[in-house]
């Protein structure tokens, strides 16, 4: 299946910093970055909203790849498409600013 490898998102050069840049509230790990932090869990929610489709936001999940397997269950067939759009786009949107964040110091 097209995109899934992009979701396991191991950075092995990822240099990890003592705070989330973006919320500067949480040890940034991949986890809290793309799962728990605020930032992230607010992006889950309006991508999928505006998509209209009926998977839960990530909670508890330990990885991207059990919310993954746990929305797809919830999401009916016709919108497994777009879902996977939004597994792919919602750590985009997180990724890059938290980048921007590094690397403009910003
Ligand atoms: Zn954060």
């Known amino acids: 299946s097209v995109g899934l490898g ?3 998102l191991a950075h092995p050069g990822l240099q990890h910093h003592p ?3 973006l919320c500067d509230q949480e040890p940034e790990t ?7 932090c605020p930032f992230a ?3 889950w929610h309006e991508v999928l909203a ?4 009926p998977a839960p936001i990530p ?21 497994h498409k777009a879902l996977k759009s939004v597994a792919l786009l919602v750590p985009w949107m997180v990724w890059k600013p938290r980048n921007s964040c590094v690397l403009d110091n910003a």
């Open 6 to 8: 992009a979701l396991q």
């Open 19 to 21: 705070r989330c840049l």
């Open 30 to 36: 991949i986890r809290h970055l793309l799962l728990e």
């Open 41 to 43: 869990r607010k992006a």
């Open 50 to 53: 505006w998509l209209r489709i």
């Open 59 to 79: 909670n508890c999940e330990p990885s991207l790849m059990d919310w993954w397997k746990h929305a797809k269950e919830n999401t009916p067939l016709i919108l």
